[in-house]
């Protein structure tokens, strides 16, 4: 994998972290790296979870690795509510 690709590789994941913030209740902070690491275990999560599905854009599988980073939002959201609310 050459560089331009791999920055590809980050583009996408973070685009695909962004859009799965979007659909479900939850945030991810941080900016784009942050939101760049959450894609690509987002897109792992997914393509552990459904395979190879959907189409597929700079190595990245979308549908996947959208509903991995969705999933990984909302597990984190619901994770960091209730250390607050523990705290509090």
Known sequence: MDILAFILFLIVAAVCALIAERLVPGTIPGGF???AIFGIIGAWIGGSLMGHVGPDLGGVSLIPCILGSAILVFV???ASHGYKRGRA
């Open 33 to 35: 790296f942050t939101s």
């Open 76 to 78: 984190l959201s619901l």
